[in-house]
Structure formats: structure tokens, C-alpha cells
């Protein structure tokens, strides 16, 4: 289901709600520099397949990430642009100023009114209210550390932790009364020659969640939130820059990440020296990839190439025979002759392209609420939501 914003509107930052809720939400962030920026609350009625929408004003600037709290549905983060002189960006073009130096990327912690927290399933043909505005909670303070890249929350917190990426320092921040207040709990910095930025972050749900990971250049990263210190670098992970990377939900040591170079790898962090796979798909930039919450055979890619891609990488999933197993049960597996084996794994392979973009995907997320569906946000502002096809979904679940 296909749903188009205002063509003046464009868009690149999306994000499903993450609060535990039966609610199929989707939050859309857009980039304009002629008038106000908003984020559109996009709500999906499965059952009558119907898409309701509410818009947020967002009057700082153009937004270029977004993230929703995991413990309070009403509360998110956005990483906006603004001038250096306070002004959105728009304005400071429209006083015939350049943009390149003075504007700054920075990071805040917003809540919606209270009446959108929960989804609604409200037909959208009664859409001619008109739109609110976000309640700014803190700001995550960069004015001493650059550009905020973007903001990940910790996973299965309380929503007081999050991690921001500025420039090439690593934030850690602590939110308090009631988010209203950030403090800076600790920090680490990129070190080595030229310009290191940050370019995106994950904080992974293993480990008890103390161990985020980062993309800078070609390079990947993990980092322990304890010391702020690092605990594995995959150099050279991609032959051009690394745009993007998540942790498989289910297999603790296992990450996926895609960038320029067309690729879409996954790693055994235990061991960094090769790719545990490579998936060469795309025929452009690879921007997104998302593994399934529950079912992390499923992976999502999304690309330059106009096309989001979904892909079953069984193989190495936590059901590569069809059952769940760890990797002590692979182990076991392998020390037993083959005849002992009761399966082979099953084959990877591309279950769908979806082609309904017209310019570069920007963002892929899959639905918090039902682990069947997911989003889609190409930079024109078009919003597609798809579903698993039927016949994988039963092959999974029987």
C-alpha cells in the first residue's frame, strides 16, 4: 500500500514505533527547505487496509534521523538541521547565505500530545484537522562535538539511555526527570588521521546491552558502553563508505551492514577477518538494512537503485534447518558424520523485489507490531507498506 506526501515535501528519515503497542506505526520525517518540516504519524488499520495519518510540526529544521523510545510511546529523537545562527536551514538560503559551513546538525528528545500516543484507525478521509506541535523535552548538547549523525536508544531499557554519533565522538546520555533533562554519562572519540565521522550506530539487544556498533568510512566498530572503549574493528569492511548496519536479533554475535559499494555483508563479530555472507543484489548505494525482529531469516535491504529487496538468509539464521538451534547445536552438528545429520541447511534466496519506488530508498523498517510487515521511504515522499508473502509466512510458522 502506497502512500505519497505533499510533492514538496521529501523525505529520508522513517521509523517504526518501538513501545510495546498493538499499533501498526510508522513515523516519517521530511526535509524541506521552503517551509516547515514535519513528522507524519502514519498509522496501518491491517484488517480494513487502511492507512491514518497525523502530522507533527518539526519547525527546527530539515529532520535526517529519527527514533522512537522504547519504553514510552509518546516520546522520540530527531536529528535536525539548523543554521549556527539558530535559524532552520530554509531561512538562512532564503538570506542568500551559503549552507555548507554554517549549518549544524543537531539532536533533541520530543513528546507528541498525549491524544497521539496510541495508534488510531480513524478513516483518512477526515484529515482536515491541522497539524500540531511536538513538545521539545531536552537537547542533546553537540556544540562542543559536531555534527550529530544520529540517535539510538538503549533496547530494552527504560528509555533514559540513548547513544548519539557526532562527528567522531560517541555520546553516551543519560535522561533525566521524565527526559527532560540530558546528561553526558561518557564519551570516546575516533582516533587516526584525516576527518573520521560517524556516518551510523546500532545498539545491540545482546550483552545485556552493553555494546553498541558504529560505522565510520569503510570501517566498522563495536564499542563496550561500560568503558567507552573498543572491542572490535572490521576494517575495510566494505570497499566504499558503510551507510548502515543491525544486529541480528536472535544469533548475539551476528551483525548485518551495506554502503556504496553495492553490498550488503553480515559478520560473525568472534571472528572479522571474512563475511559470513555477501549479498550483491543492489545496483546502487545500499542505504537500510533491517533484520525481521523475530524471524531473522528474513532481511530487508533497501537502495539508490529505486528497488528494496527482501532476502531469506536461512543459512545463517537461528533456524537454518528449519528449527531454532544456537551455535552449540551447529557445533554438534558438525562433529557427527553426515548420514547423522537429520537436515541440510536450507538455501538463501531473494523472495521479493519490490519495485514501487521511483527515486533512491532512503529508509526500510519492519512494523514493531506485526513481524509480517514493513515500510518503505524513498526520498520524493513516497511511503510503501508491504507485507511478507503469504506462502513464506506459513512455510516459517508450520
Known amino acids: 500500500m502506497c502512500m505519497p506526501f505533499p510533492s514538496l515535501l521529501q ?5 517504526p514505533q518501538t513501545a510495546e503497542t498493538d499499533a501498526i506505526r510508522f513515523l ?3 526535509q524541506s527547505l521552503k517551509y516547515d518540516n514535519q513528522i507524519h504519524i502514519i498509522d496501518f488499520d491491517d484488517e480494513n487496509n487502511i492507512i491514518n495519518k497525523n502530522v507533527l510540526l518539526h519547525q527546527v529544521g530539515e529532520i535526517w534521523h529519527i527514533s522512537t523510545s522504547p519504553a514510552d510511546k509518546g516520546v522520540l529523537a530527531t536529528c535536525y538541521n539548523r543554521s549556527k545562527w539558530g535559524f532552520p536551514t530554509g531561512f538562512v538560503l532564503l538570506m542568500g547565505q551559503s549552507s555548507d559551513s554554517r549549518v549544524l546538525t543537531c539532536a533533541a528528545v520530543w513528546r507528541m500530545p498525549k491524544e497521539l500516543e496510541s495508534g488510531s484507525h480513524e ?3 477526515d484529515s482536515s484537522s491541522t497539524a500540531q506541535t511536538l513538545e521539545l523535552l531536552c ?4 556544540t562542543a562535538h559536531g555534527n550529530m549523525a544520529c ?3 538503549e533496547p530494552m ?6 547513544i548519539s554519533l557526532a562527528d567522531n565522538h560517541i555520546l553516551l546520555w543519560d535522561l533525566q526527570e521524565s527526559s527532560s533533562q540530558a546528561v553526558l554519562a561518557s564519551s570516546a572519540s575516533l ?4 576527518q573520521l565521522k560517524f556516518t551510523s550506530g546500532r545498539w545491540s539487544p545482546h550483552h545485556n546491552c552493553t555494546q553498541v556498533a558504529t560505522a565510520n568510512d569503510s ?3 563495536g564499542w563496550d558502553t561500560r568503558s567507552m572503549s573498543q572491542i572490535y574493528c572490521i576494517e575495510n569492511a566494505h570497499g566504499q563508505l558503510v551507510r548502515d548496519l543491525d544486529f541480528n536479533p536472535n544469533k548475539q554475535y551476528y551483525l548485518a551492514s551495506c554502503g556504496d559499494d553495492c553490498k550488503v555483508k553480515f559478520w560473525d563479530t568472534r571472528n572479522v577477518t571474512e563475511p559470513v555472507k555477501t549479498l550483491e543484489e543492489h545496483s546502487h548505494w545500499v542505504w537500510n538494512v533491517r533484520y525481521n525482529h523475530s524471524h531473522d531469516q528474513l532481511v530487508l535491504t533497501g537502495s539508490s537503485d529505486s528497488r528494496v529487496i527482501l532476502s531469506n538468509m536461512v543459512s545463517i539464521s537461528s533456524e537454518p534447518f528449519g528449527h531454532l538451534v544456537d551455535d552449540d547445536d551447529i557445533s554438534d552438528q558438525e562433529d557427527h558424520p553426515p548420514e547423522e545429520k537429520s537436515k541440510e541447511p536450507l538455501q538463501d534466496n531473494v523472495i521479493a523485489t519490490y519495485e514501487e519506488h521511483e527515486d533512491s530508498v532512503y529508509a526500510v523498517e519492519w512494523s514493531s507490531a506485526d513481524p509480517w510487515l514493513f515500510a518503505s521511504l524513498s526520498y520524493d515522499g513516497r511511503l510503501v507498506i508491504n507485507r511478507v508473502p503469504r506462502a513464506l509466512k506459513y512455510h516459517i510458522l508450520l
Open 11 to 15: 523525505a529520508r528519515a522513517l521509523t
Open 28 to 30: 516519517v520525517g521530511t
Open 123 to 125: 478513516s483518512p478521509d
Open 139 to 142: 537537547h542533546l548538547d553537540n
Open 151 to 153: 540517535v539510538t536508544w
Open 157 to 162: 531499557g527504560d528509555g533514559k539511555k540513548v
Open 191 to 194: 582516533e587516526g588521521k584525516g
Open 219 to 221: 570501517a566498522l566498530r
